[in-house]
């Protein structure tokens, strides 16, 4: 492992470690030396830069350790940034309703504890940061007799698409906190964007041999006579078996979460940060929650139409280069999807449903298939007598076809794309 931490001597503790596998390409943020006691790194994943902050917000801390931690937080939160952002760590706000986004006990008043967590909680909102924890404990200990528990470490995100789940473990050491595991919705590197798994491919098999396998090497007798879910065991076993046979083909699954052709990071922290001032309005319906939530609608809608027009207008330009995009796009505006009509059979009849059309169409492609009789292929006779001596080929040539490849056409027989060519 790379060790990172945000104090350079480590024996008197404190502060913040982040450990990295050696093999993934991670990079400290700029300016993490300015947050008290936090870290925060760079990694590349499928969804490009990934920042990972690793945070411990002390009790010790004073206002201007408070701002600067802040103002750490505001930058790799920013809703312009081209990476998104998982903030993991001790955050110590005690008095942080997290159902509702914002600090118990009404008016803050002068008080500077309850100010500072005001900060906060406030910043998050603002960057539209979603939390996983809301009700968990996270912390316990007994003080003067009495069982305190409290909620102190947290898990945000910038894209409820980064996280799978967060599970709370036992704590490590001596240490009264809960330990959280994260994971992460993404892999690592832009090489992993789609992930190897195993198929089996039935068609590469006839039914013969897995009856003739079948009958030689499974006994299908049942051991089990009394009990269904023993019996059904041993013949799910005896399946399992029979389709070790069959050869499996390498395919790749896409792993990148699906949005929206026009949608930003910055137009998902708008709509996550109207949805919790709506959510907050539906917890305490007063007319200032309605004209903040009101508010932010209206500032998200009138960027998603922004957004909008900027990707017509991308696709619109781009369509004598590359017009797949946008006949895609004009596919899926489609409100009327077109379907196969009824087809005339043979008897005269129209076929009623999708499988009946299917049947017709292969009867017909079928039909204008010549059937070449089994064994090898008779020898041809040429009939031509116009035979080419030589055939020039230059690099000039082969460098001019090369150029008029349409790069946006998918590979040819040689599995090589249009775009490597013509580069």
């Given at each position: 492992?790379?060790?990172?931490?945000?104090?350079?001597?480590?024996?008197?503790?404190?502060?913040?470690?982040?450990?990295?596998?050696?093999?993934?390409?991670?990079?400290?943020?700029?300016?993490?030396?300015?947050?008290?006691?936090?870290?925060?790194?760079?990694?590349?994943?499928?969804?490009?830069?990934?920042?990972?902050?690793?945070?411990?917000?002390?009790?010790?801390?004073?206002?201007?350790?408070?701002?600067?931690?802040?103002?750490?937080?505001?930058?790799?939160?920013?809703?312009?940034?081209?990476?998104?952002?998982?903030?993991?760590?001790?955050?110590?706000?005690?008095?942080?309703?997290?159902?509702?986004?914002?600090?118990?006990?009404?008016?803050?008043?002068?008080?500077?504890?309850?100010?500072?967590?005001?900060?906060?909680?406030?910043?998050?909102?603002?960057?539209?940061?979603?939390?996983?924890?809301?009700?968990?404990?996270?912390?316990?200990?007994?003080?003067?007799?009495?069982?305190?528990?409290?909620?102190?470490?947290?898990?945000?995100?910038?894209?409820?698409?980064?996280?799978?789940?967060?599970?709370?473990?036992?704590?490590?050491?001596?240490?009264?906190?809960?330990?959280?595991?994260?994971?992460?919705?993404?892999?690592?590197?832009?090489?992993?964007?789609?992930?190897?798994?195993?198929?089996?491919?039935?068609?590469?098999?006839?039914?013969?041999?897995?009856?003739?396998?079948?009958?030689?090497?499974?006994?299908?007798?049942?051991?089990?006579?009394?009990d269904i879910q023993e019996m059904w065991d041993e013949f799910h076993g005896k399946l399992e078996a029979v389709a070790s046979i069959v050869p499996a083909t390498p395919v790749y699954r896409d792993n990148r979460p699906v949005k929206l052709p026009w949608d930003t990071s910055a137009l998902k922290r708008m709509r996550k940060s109207k949805d919790k001032a709506w959510t907050a309005f539906d917890i305490e319906p007063t007319s200032i929650n309605l004209s903040?939530?009101?508010?932010?609608?209206?500032?998200?809608?009138?960027?998603?139409?922004?957004?909008?027009?900027?990707?017509?207008?991308?696709?619109?330009?781009?369509?004598?280069?590359?017009?797949?995009?946008?006949?895609?796009?004009?596919?899926?505006?489609?409100?009327?999807?077109?379907?196969?009509?009824?087809?005339?059979?043979?008897?005269?009849?129209?076929?009623?449903?999708?499988?009946?059309?299917?049947?017709?169409?292969?009867?017909?492609?079928?039909?204008?298939?010549?059937?070449?009789?089994?064994?090898?292929?008779?020898?041809?006779?040429?009939?031509?007598?116009?035979?080419?001596?030589?055939?020039?080929?230059?690099?000039?040539?082969?460098?001019?076809?090369?150029?008029?490849?349409?790069?946006?056409?998918?590979?040819?027989?040689?599995?090589?794309?249009?775009?490597?060519?013509?580069?």
């Amino acid at each position: 492992f790379k060790i990172d931490s945000s104090k350079n001597d480590l024996s008197h503790g404190g502060g913040s470690i982040i450990y990295t596998k050696n093999n993934i390409s991670a990079s400290i943020v700029t300016g993490s030396s300015n947050a008290p006691d936090s870290l925060a790194v760079m990694i590349d994943t499928t969804i490009g830069n990934l920042c990972i902050a690793c945070i411990y917000r002390s009790t010790s801390l004073n206002s201007v350790q408070n701002i600067k931690l802040i103002s750490f937080l505001k930058n790799i939160c920013n809703v312009d940034n081209e990476f998104e952002t998982v903030l993991i760590g001790d955050f110590n706000l005690p008095d942080v309703s997290w159902e509702t986004g914002c600090v118990n006990g009404g008016l803050v008043g002068n008080n500077k504890s309850f100010l500072n967590q005001e900060r906060f909680i406030n910043m998050f909102n603002e960057a539209g940061l979603s939390w996983y924890f809301t009700t968990e404990t996270t912390r316990r200990r007994i003080v003067n007799e009495t069982l305190q528990e409290s909620l102190l470490d947290q898990v945000l995100y910038t894209n409820d698409a980064l996280i799978n789940s967060c599970t709370s473990l036992s704590p490590l050491g001596k240490s009264d906190h809960v330990s959280v595991l994260v994971e992460l919705g993404v892999s690592l590197g832009t090489d992993n964007i789609k992930e190897k798994i195993s198929k089996l491919s039935w068609g590469k098999i006839t039914s013969d041999d897995i009856l003739t396998y079948s009958i030689k090497n499974i006994n299908w007798d049942f051991n089990c006579t009394n009990d269904i879910q023993e019996m059904w065991d041993e013949f799910h076993g005896k399946l399992e078996a029979v389709a070790s046979i069959v050869p499996a083909t390498p395919v790749y699954r896409d792993n990148r979460p699906v949005k929206l052709p026009w949608d930003t990071s910055a137009l998902k922290r708008m709509r996550k940060s109207k949805d919790k001032a709506w959510t907050a309005f539906d917890i305490e319906p007063t007319s200032i929650n309605l004209s903040d939530a009101s508010s932010k609608q209206l500032i998200f809608e009138k960027e998603e139409v922004k957004a909008k027009i900027r990707y017509e207008k991308k696709i619109t330009a781009n369509l004598k280069t590359n017009c797949k995009s946008f006949y895609s796009y004009l596919r899926n505006k489609r409100k009327v999807k077109t379907s196969i009509p009824t087809l005339g059979k043979e008897d005269g009849s129209r076929t009623n449903s999708a499988a009946e059309s299917a049947e017709v169409l292969a009867s017909a492609f079928s039909s204008v298939f010549v059937r070449e009789p089994l064994g090898p292929l008779p020898e041809s006779v040429s009939k031509n007598d116009n035979v080419i001596s030589d055939i020039v080929i230059t690099f000039d040539n082969v460098k001019k076809e090369l150029l008029k490849l349409n790069i946006y056409k998918s590979t040819g027989p040689d599995g090589i794309i249009p775009s490597y060519l013509n580069r």
